[in-house]
């Protein structure tokens, strides 16, 4: 096996055995050729020497024949056995009766010899000659002369000639092997393989440029060619790493740190602080009225807006201070190296001034504020977790109050008990039927029809008011997200059954949380619903964030990869705010990248961003959906760019499944 095995990985020996093969077949071949044509030869001339032996004997023979004479008789057929090749010699007279025969002895055959003779000599070769006397001017026959040739000498040249042929012929065929052996070796393996070991030292997450410098291949033929294109896509990965890294890391709206990296800001900072003995402080900021100014004024104003309180807190905070945006309009800012309050209400209060200040965007004054929560380490908390649920409670008690501002206290313990009761809310809120399903249909780019949609979940009789990503945030923390999950689940695979009579099926994606992944039980609860509602995988699509993928990789990868086996579509939701290698993303159980809406209403950079991404899922055989498509323009560059699917606002806002049928659904109609 062992040897199998070193065969399977060497070209130059595979192409060497193939070679060795086919010149050993051929050879075979073309010295049975040779040999058919030897034989053939033989055989010929044994006849004609038979018919000559014949012809010599043939005056003695017809007079002992006449004459009836047993003394001549025995004399001609003796002196023709005497001849080496003659083994039997007969004289018959003219009644068919024996006057004379001889027979020689000869030496035992061999089955080697008797194979060679019965299979390509054949196993009698003589002849005959009839005796004729003329009487009266009429020719009499008198008698019939017979001999048979003995055939082990021509058996034997045979096999000596069969030999050497075929020795020729492996010979032959060994001496090409060993060229093209030697050949193959020195122009294409050797390269090959030195190639091969440099590409192998190269590390995918951190590809190095000159890894493949030291190679000395300056051939213009294939392998210098092929050389060359391993440069190109070496230069094209490290661009899309460090691209990648920069996404990683980088809000792509504002370009300052993402939800990842400002929590890994704030636990270094932790760190720090202890070994110091100075304190941290934590900044929620949350932009007020931005809601209302992203609906009135359109989405491309809020994102200048939030481009603009990025470059203010820049401006109003140290060198050494993190900023970084959570999503939408919160942004989360860490202070380090505090010994005194007053030196941190000074800064708050710079930040305060500067995000009051008016704004001119698009030749308009707009005028808003922001609500900032603090907490500070060590009072409020001793790890990243802690302090931010506390300036975020903080933040929530600036806002309603209208202080703009908020230290965090522990009179705050309201707005935990307010949390409670939303979670007491939430886990009776599925026995009591208070959800229901909004549907936000997806078109295809190419010819703008309905390719699916995406169920969006709704709580009907909330206790507080709260969106839904904050119910869903709390649900997942709390864990009745398990079964509100499996709720929304089921409600999709019963509304796909319901519409498959009349529309034909209709592909629904459902959103999973990571706390879902990580139930054991989870593939078979799934397939266990499918079964259910006898509804085809195919039409349900699970959509997963890029950043709870990679912080649970290993059970979300586990989990997908199961499911995709069933023919479940899984894809990977607001992709680009997480970090995704390229090695990852190839190995990940997905069909699907739906690219953040961050990317499609930013401005120029972002697009840039966006080709990059379709190229490299269209490179991955992977499908590209395009949410939170509001403008026409976004939509004809989206179209141009070669994104597959198409979701937003300008199609439709999430709605009723009666809505959709009567919007959409009519041209699925049988």
Known sequence: ?????????SLALTQAIVALVLSIVIGLSVSGVSLSIQISEQREEALSLAQEILTAAEGGAANAAWTLDPVLAQQVVGSMTALGMVQDAVLYGEAENILAESHKSIAESTPTMDWVIANFIGEDIGGERDLFVEVNSTKRKIGVLSIRLNLLPIAHEFLTFAASVIIASLLQALMIALILLWLSSNLLTSPLRRITESISKIDPEDPDELALSNLTINRKNEMGQLLTHIKQMLKGLIAAQLQLRHLATRDPLTDRLNRTLIADRLSQAIVTAKRTNTKVAVLFVDMDRFKNINDSLGHDVGDILLIEVANRLTNVLRGNDSIGRLGGDEFLVVIEGMTEINELVHTVQRVDNALTQPYFLQGREIRTSGSIGISIYP???????????????????????????????????????????????LNYAVERNEFHLNFQPKLSSQNGQLVGCEALIRWNNNPEPISVEGFIKIAEESGSIIAIGDWVLETACRQIKSWEPEYGGIPIAVNVSARQLQEETYVDRVLSIIKKYDVNPKLLELEITETVLMKEFDESFFALKQLRKHGITVSIDDFGTGYCSLSYLSRLPVDTLKIDRSFISGDQPSIAVLEMIVAMAKALGLKTVAEGVETQEQKDWLIREGCDFLQGYLISKPITSEELESRFLYEFKK
């Not at 096996?1 to 990985?9: A, F, S, T």
């Not at 001793?382 to 008690?397: F, G, H, I, P, V």
């Open 379 to 425: 009072d409020n908390g001793q790890d990243t977790s802690r302090l931010m649920r506390c300036a975020d409670l903080a933040m929530y008690e600036a806002k309603s109050s209208g202080t703009h501002w908020h230290f965090y206290a522990k009179e705050m313990g309201e707005k935990v008990e307010t949390r409670l009761k939303i979670e007491q809310a």
């Open 1 to 9: 096996m062992r040897i199998i095995d070193y065969v399977g990985k």
